[in-house]
């Protein structure tokens, strides 16, 4: 049997974060949804289907997968935006359901067991994405509840701090293996773990009294910055001098991080390294926000937040969210974003007052309005952004790059 995660036609839903990752690379917790699939089906070899557009690049990165081909005639598909758990690690394990039959929760296909002829198009190959209806209408479908999954573009951050405490039970919190100031303080450091390589420097509070915090090899923690309560600091990540990191933050690699941050999802090489707010938010790969940026996460009348999306609005039934911003996009200085914002991918905004709600991708400006950000320009930042940190922009990516900026509305191709 071939297990295999895929993306279906509510990716869509999930954009600008998906823009330039399968929904599969995005982060919950301390993990993202395909680490959370490995660590409950260990030495399962799992294949992977995705847009067209993004294979080459994922190929690229993951050269020893399978990526969008088929190997076994048995087939177990497995929604992407499933957040794998014990419970959905054992039931792969135990390859239900049984062939023929898919498992379905509030319309959406969850899981799907069926012979590789139903998912193979004229071409020999898998949907750009996985159509769930006409799939269910070639299986008997199972109707099940109480899995969770990604609908919506803020659910990320509405599951992250169940997500993030549910990985903590993985992590060898009590043990502090890097090296800590003597003038460092780590308060219950049964609660804190400090991979081997990582620096406390002089001052710093690693507070794990109400929470875990981890801080993972390479990373650096300056002085006087206060880290407290379910954080999760990445591979080679610094948390800036007078950082107040409060609670429930999880930090990719190589992130830079300063000012007030609480209730965030920062992906790998993203900064926010200055002073400012960042609350219950999601911040994609490249991302950079200049000295002073600031959001709001909370409405002056405290009611429910609304996003506007593709110019609809959506409520999303949270009291808290900010901003959620797709990869390569900047702000300048002082910039200040409203509640529930969106930004595209390779946005830049500047400028005095509020941007609008939904600022699009590959766009220039900022409350005054938006002009385009030319696809030229755009390519060449984020190839410098990328090779300071010492990542190459490898022509895979590029023609990625280039493929959302010339799709429709740059989203996902229907």
Not at 302 to 323: K, M
């Amino acid at each position: 049997m071939q297990v295999v995660l895929f993306e279906d036609r509510q990716v869509r839903r999930l954009m600008p974060l998906v823009a330039l990752k399968p929904v599969y690379g995005m982060t919950v917790g301390c993990r993202t949804i395909r680490e959370k699939f490995e660590r409950h089906l260990p030495g399962m070899n799992l294949s992977f289907h995705l847009r067209r557009a993004l294979a080459p690049v994922y190929r690229e990165s993951f050269p020893d997968v399978q990526v969008n081909s088929v190997v076994d005639d048995d087939l177990l598909l497995v929604n992407g935006r499933i957040i794998c758990d014990a419970a959905v690690g054992e039931l792969i394990a135990r390859s239900v359901p049984e062939s023929g039959t898919a498992l379905v929760q509030d319309g959406e296909l969850l899981f799907a067991r069926l012979p590789a002829s139903l998912v193979l198009d004229a071409d020999g190959l898998f949907d750009d994405c996985l159509d769930g209806e006409r799939l269910k209408a070639d299986l008997r479908c199972i109707s099940v509840e109480g899995f969770r999954l990604l609908s919506f573009l803020w659910d990320a951050v509405a599951l992250h701090t169940d997500e993030l405490l549910r990985d903590a039970s993985f992590l060898p919190l009590g043990r502090i293996e890097g090296a800590v100031h003597p003038s460092a303080v780590i308060v219950n450091p049964s609660n804190v773990f400090v991979a081997p390589g990582a620096v406390v420097r002089a001052g710093a509070v690693i507070d794990g009294g109400e929470g875990f915090v981890a801080i993972g090899e390479g990373a650096i923690v300056e002085p006087q910055a206060v880290v407290m309560q379910n954080v999760y600091a990445g591979s080679s990540c610094r948390i800036k001098a007078g950082a107040r990191v409060y609670s429930n933050v999880s930090i990719g690699r190589g992130s830079k991080i300063g000012g007030e941050v609480e209730d965030c999802i920062i992906e790998a090489y993203a900064n926010k390294q200055h002073d400012g707010f960042l609350g219950h938010s999601y911040l994609s790969h490249w991302c950079n926000l200049g000295a002073g940026t600031s959001t709001s996460d909370l409405k002056n009348n405290y009611s429910a937040v609304r996003i506007l999306q593709g110019g609809r609005h959506y409520e999303t039934g949270l009291q808290f969210l900010g901003l959620l911003m797709g990869e390569h996009s900047r702000s300048a200085i002082n910039s200040a974003f409203n509640t529930g914002t969106v930004a595209g991918m390779a946005a830049n905004v500047f400028g005095a007052g509020f941007p609008p709600k939904e600022i699009p991708s590959f766009a220039w400006g900022g409350s005054g309005g938006f002009e385009a950000y030319g696809i030229e320009p755009a390519v060449q930042t984020a190839r410098k952004v990328m090779a300071r940190r010492g990542v190459v922009m490898s022509a895979a990516y590029e023609a990625l790059f280039r493929f959302m900026a010339d799709a429709p509305n740059h989203s996902i191709p229907e």
